[in-house]
Structures are given as structure tokens and as C-alpha cells.
């Protein structure tokens, strides 16, 4: 059974960071794209990052450009989103999803299978 599992979430200052984890399991990353979205409350799903399983093409939303690293290791069949510089309109539930596809799309209903989301709460 396909399915992706995100860790790392959590309660953190402004100004600190997080690594999320998206685990794969039932299926190896070759061939797919991946990516992170979240939610805030009251608000709509938002596109974060995506990479590719080759790592050729990445990409970022505006307000984390800089700030955020999606990483892929195929050896742990995990994805990884690095998060520094936490301001607290960054909280929000973050979930991963991945579409078998060498391309990074744009909604999340593109995708072809999701996590369950971590809580990410950025406040002093």
C-alpha cells in the first residue's frame, strides 16, 4: 500500500527552524515529484515547494524562497523540507503529497497521493 508520513512538526520560537520528514512506503521515489503544501486556519491550501526525484527542478512559493530547502534522499525514501528563519504567519499543517510524474504541479488535487499532515506552530 502506497503511502506518505510526515514528522517533525512542532512549536518553535520566530526566527527558529524545522526539518520536516515525508516517509514513502509501498513504492521507491524514482519517477515521481513531490511536494509540500500547507494549510493555515480560515485559509486555503498553499503550494510551499516541489522537487523532482532527480533533483533537476525544484521549486518555491515567494514567501519561503530563501528561507526553506526541500531535499530528497532516495536511500531513506524520505523527503525533506528544512525550514529556517520561522515567522509565525509560517503556521500552518504541512503535508506532503506526491504525483508519478517528473514534473512539479501546481495544486494539490493534482497529486496523487498525500500525508496526513504535521502541525507546524511558529510563536513566541
Known amino acids: 500500500q502506497l503511502q506518505l508520513v510526515e514528522s517533525g512538526g512542532g512549536l518553535v520560537q520566530p526566527g527558529g527552524s524545522l526539518r520536516l520528514s515525508c516517509l514513502a512506503s509501498g513504492f521507491t521515489l524514482d519517477y515521481y515529484a513531490f511536494a509540500w503544501f500547507r494549510q493555515a486556519p480560515g485559509k486555503g491550501r498553499e503550494g510551499v515547494s516541489c522537487?523532482?526525484?532527480?533533483?533537476?527542478?525544484?521549486k518555491y512559493a515567494d514567501s519561503v524562497k530563501g528561507r526553506f530547502t526541500i531535499s530528497i534522499d532516495n536511500a531513506k525514501n524520505t523527503v525533506f523540507l528544512q525550514m529556517n528563519s520561522l515567522k509565525p504567519e509560517d503556521t500552518a499543517v504541512y503535508s506532503c503529497?506526491?504525483?508519478?510524474?517528473?514534473?512539479?504541479?501546481?495544486?494539490?488535487?493534482?497529486?496523487?497521493?498525500w500525508g496526513q499532515g504535521t502541525q507546524v506552530t511558529v510563536s513566541s
Open positions: 503529497a506526491a504525483i508519478a510524474l517528473l514534473d512539479c504541479r501546481k495544486w494539490y488535487e493534482d497529486y496523487d497521493y
Open positions: 522537487m523532482t526525484s532527480s533533483g533537476r527542478s525544484s
